[in-house]
């Protein structure tokens, strides 16, 4: 059963910082990339960041680069979304999602969410100002 389980939402002021925490359990980070995706009621999900599978590389949006790091720590298969001066419009559930083992790493940098086979349930993160 592949399974992904997010964690680390919350309440935080605007500037604040969260680390978002993704655990992978029925395959291993070293075999499918990983992405973070968002979505503000109202709004499509949209894509946050993505990495290689391993931590090769990475890719972000451009709404938050220089804000936010994903990293990888493939002992623990667990990827993390590491979040610093958050706004408001940063407010959204955050979702932890996997590609299948194979997908290229073309497929995924553009984060596509139809390139993502596998979803977690999702983390509130809201942004107060």
């Known amino acids: 059963q592949l399974q992904l389980v997010e964690s680390g939402g919350g309440l935080v002021q605007s500037g604040g910082s969260l680390r978002l925490t993704c655990v992978a359990s029925?395959?291993?980070?070293?075999?499918?990339?990983i992405g973070w995706f968002r979505q503000a009621p109202g709004k499509e999900r949209e894509g946050v960041s993505v990495s290689m599978r391993g931590g090769g590389s990475a890719n972000y949006a451009d709404s938050v680069k220089g804000r936010f790091t994903i990293s990888t720590d493939t002992a623990k298969n667990t990827v993390y979304l590491q979040m610093n001066s958050l706004q408001p419009e940063d407010t959204g559930v955050y979702y932890c999602?996997?590609?299948?083992?194979?997908?290229?790493?073309?497929?995924?940098?553009?984060?596509?969410?139809?390139?993502?086979?596998?979803w977690g349930q999702g983390t509130q993160v809201t942004v107060s100002s």
């Open positions: 999602a996997a590609s299948r083992p194979g997908r290229p790493w073309r497929d995924i940098m553009t984060m596509n969410r139809e390139k993502f086979d596998y």
């Open positions: 029925g395959f291993t980070s070293d075999y499918v990339h």
